[in-house]
DNA sequence: CGGATCTTTGATGCTATTCAAGTCTTGTGG
DNA sequence: CCACAAGACTTGAATAGCATCAAAGATCCG
């Protein structure tokens, strides 16, 4: 499992052998968490297969969805030290998953082993946290419609799309799911989508979304106001 | 320049030489921008003293402020490949400021060489990640007063405090940067703050802002409507 | 002193939230 | 197979919060 990731690709045989022996493979169902030790050692994991939500309680009682992983997305979550994910933050399948999971106190003594995958984990904490810089901007400045345009084809880039509908996105992502991750309200969300759905932009069901006019989502996401 | 930054805390003599040759010091005036070369090749950088930001143009003319650099706080610009910020993004001094700066591309050669200095890279790559993600998190869920008591505080730990003013942050901030910083309106930002300064949370004049009650401020940041 | 920039304040309007009621869809158990 | 409950979605009306527009007051600099 773990050769076939091209996160690892080209990985020296020694520190792949080590990867397998300490990564430990995880079945999530749609709708289960990923549970962890509760002991307070964090976790470093992978995203193999499915599409994983990042949800952040609130004081309010509501959550934030504030990240997406697929495939070959790595995540470090818990535990004290330098950590994405704080100990309350949930992460919960979007669809049939699996996950690679192992002690975060485990991660450092391979990466000083071999700095090849030090550098192509840098490479993918890199990108990653470029993509939340422009979540972060367009949250900051975009008004609700442009916000739901954008993560809409920020998510399609995250599951892998199902071979007979292109367009469909490609997990379950409700109106609750779109609303904690743009900072709207469910109806917020809910009015928008009807809307574009009357004018032809999307098809939409229960927790389901098929992006039909990819060019105007696009130039939603961008226009200047 | 290079040995006195924690960052390189502990890096072999070798790396630190190749460091101290690539690394090029350039000053930096208050409000100026730190330039960068227009040839389309990414820069690396350290910030060395002082505290500068790093702001997005915006389709509307106007611009969020998207992150806040610190002593030791590293960046990537412009280029292509995995980069922090984009080639419109501009850094800007808000004190006179110290940056060191490196071409992009010999930053791979080096990691490989010593793995040391990945995993350091990789450490703050994920604690800065993790700072943006708590950012996020709070403009996704936040109302206007929280949001600014969550950037202040935020802010404070960005500065190297005055000696006499400790509760002063120790850089130029207008309400136009609050404002571009939380996605609020300057004028928003700025009937905040008079309230607090009526209410004894804070002082502030142009351009600076001491804040005096900080467990007060915490509490906004974190309470539950 | 004059100009530029930063800041304040008020009036007004829009956008998105809140609250509430109701419909539709899906899964479950009899 | 049907009744039912739970959850997802929709819609409307009223409201609150923040943006926008406009004008004037501070502060800093040369």
Redo the contacts with the bound molecule.
Sequence with gaps: VVRSLPLFHGISPGSLADLEFLLKTRSVRDGEAVSFPADGHGVFGVAVRGTLKVQRPLPTAGISVVDVLGPGDIFLHGGCGPVLYGPHDEIVAMTTSCVLTMNLAELAPLLIRDSALSLRLFDQAIRRWAEQQDRLARVLAQ???QRLASLLLFLKTKGTPKPRYPNLIPFNI???DLAAST??????A??V??MW?REGRLR????WIELTDLPWLQDTSQRAD
């Design positions: 008004a609700a419609d409700t109106r609750r900072g709207l309200s469910l109806e917020t809910s009015r989508l009807s759905e939409s069901g229960r927790g």
